[in-house]
């Protein structure tokens, strides 16, 4: 079993990948065998003055995904994602959480070896 | 008496007002530059330069042997600098904001101080007798208030050794760096231009500085500009107008070319001498007999997250948090 976190606008797969990870509204953790999906909301991170990445990074390994699917990271959140051991596929922006799925279970999304944003600090 | 020169719209004159009123002032005084992203106020007063030092903070430096992963130092920071991921605690000290509580709370001892470079003070002389502290933010570093913090004890030692008023220029906007700036104020100087853009910044700034039940005066710069609903606000809110700058080509030129306005002319003399007068006058009254309303507890700005929390055990931050 494999559990996907993808950065979302809302609550279901229809809903847009939110492009940004540590602001993003939400994540659609997805286990790949039963495809059941359970919401996460990342409301919190959205209003933190700073350390948004880091709170978000924390809250998708406490749900207990092993990928995140997103649009970008940045430099301290890619080197916490790192840590924890979860593989980061980038760039999804302009996709459904749906679409993005597929696109991981087709084998088409690579993983990042480098945050593809600069520091906001 | 220590005189606070803030505004909410950044250029409206506070810097123009703050070197008039330093190069006039009758008594001994501390100049200070706090606006330290964008200090400028050398421009007007022109100092030579005494010495410049380098400003650090103190920052967490991990020893990892000694690190048990007891998440005591995590759960501690309010500026996610430190977090752990799988067996690793991360430390950020870009995100650090010098509270100390990480060295209090590690049981091992694993987290020594090391520091990061905010910025410099510089420390100069002007008019061969007003010294002059400005504070320059380092390219790159995100937090001005540690750096103020240090300006403002060094500007409390000079203040205390001259026995002298001090005034300071602060940053703009309604901020922490705006609020950290003005809080050891006795007074605090408004500076608004009667422009619908100023107008609506000098209410957002009346708004933020209110709860510190200090006494506000204000300047109205470009004045003949615009209307008069700054005018009416003044006087709904007990607001007592200490000067008022006209909008003439004169001025703006005398400012392009580096002069201090309080030297331009007769008018511009008077006018600067008659601010002082009114700033003391606003010292000695009691800033509760002030009319107007506070508007309840000051969560460091308008602009401040209540998510950027308030670390317990550095309660001298106060507004200082972002």
């Known amino acids: 079993m494999t559990r ?3 950065t979302s606008e809302g609550p279901t797969l229809q809903d847009a990948v939110d492009p940004r990870f540590g602001r993003a509204g939400g994540f659609i953790v997805v286990d790949t065998d039963t495809m059941a999906t359970s919401y996460v909301d990342n409301g919190a991170s959205q209003v933190m003055a700073q350390g948004a990445g ?5 809250n998708i390994v406490n749900a207990g995904a092993e990928i995140l699917l997103t649009g970008f990271v940045g430099p301290k959140a890619f080197a916490a994602l790192q840590a924890a051991g979860v ?11 749906g679409e993005a799925i597929e696109r991981f279970k087709a084998g088409s999304v690579s993983f990042a070896d480098a945050p593809n944003r600069e520091s906001h600090s | 008496m220590i005189v606070a020169v803030a505004s909410g719209k950044g250029g409206t004159g506070k810097t123009t007002v703050s070197a008039s009123l330093a190069a006039t002032w009758e008594r001994p005084l501390v100049a200070v530059d706090l606006d330290v992203e964008e200090p400028n106020l050398h421009l007007f007063l022109k100092p030579s330069l005494v010495s410049i030092e380098t400003v650090n903070l103190e920052v967490p430096v991990l020893d990892a042997e000694r690190c048990t992963l007891c998440r005591a130092c995590t759960e501690l920071c309010q500026f996610k600098a430190l977090a752990i ?13 010098g509270c100390g509580g990480c060295f209090e709370v590690c049981p091992t001892g694993a987290l020594k101080p090391g520091s990061r470079e905010l910025g410099v003070m510089e420390i100069g002389h002007s008019r061969g007798s007003i010294p002059c502290l400005t504070g320059r933010l380092r390219i790159g570093e995100s937090m001005s208030p540690p750096l103020m913090r240090h300006i403002r004890h060094r500007m409390a030692e000079m203040a205390s050794d001259m026995s002298a008023d001090v005034i300071i220029d602060a940053p703009p906007g309604v901020s922490c760096p705006a609020m950290n700036a003005v809080q050891d104020s006795d007074v605090i100087l408004l500076v608004t231009e009667p422009t619908p853009f100023g107008f609506h910044d000098f209410q957002l700034a009346w708004e933020a500085f209110t709860p510190l039940k200090k006494p506000m005066g204000v300047v109205i710069n470009r004045a003949g500009l615009g209307d008069d ?25 005398h400012y392009a070319k580096g002069g201090l306005l309080a030297e331009l002319d007769n008018e511009m003399r008077w006018t600067f001498a008659s601010l002082q007068e009114g700033l003391d006058r606003l010292h000695g009254q009691d800033p509760r007999a002030q009319p107007g309303d506070p508007v309840g507890e000051c969560e460091g700005g308008r602009r401040a997250s209540s998510a950027s929390g308030r670390s317990p055990l550095a309660p001298d931050q106060g507004a200082a948090h972002a």
């Open chain 1, 4 to 6: 996907i976190a993808v």
């Open chain 1, 54 to 58: 880091i709170q978000a990074a924390e």
């Open chain 1, 87 to 97: 593989k980061v596929g980038q760039n999804l922006e302009n996709l459904s959480v």
């Open chain 2, 85 to 97: 991921f799988g067996k690793t605690l991360m430390v950020m000290p870009e995100m650090c904001h």
């Open chain 2, 229 to 253: 609903r700054a005018y009416a606000f003044c006087k709904a809110k007990g607001l007592p107008i200490l000067a008022e700058i006209p909008y003439r080509r004169e001025i703006a030129e």
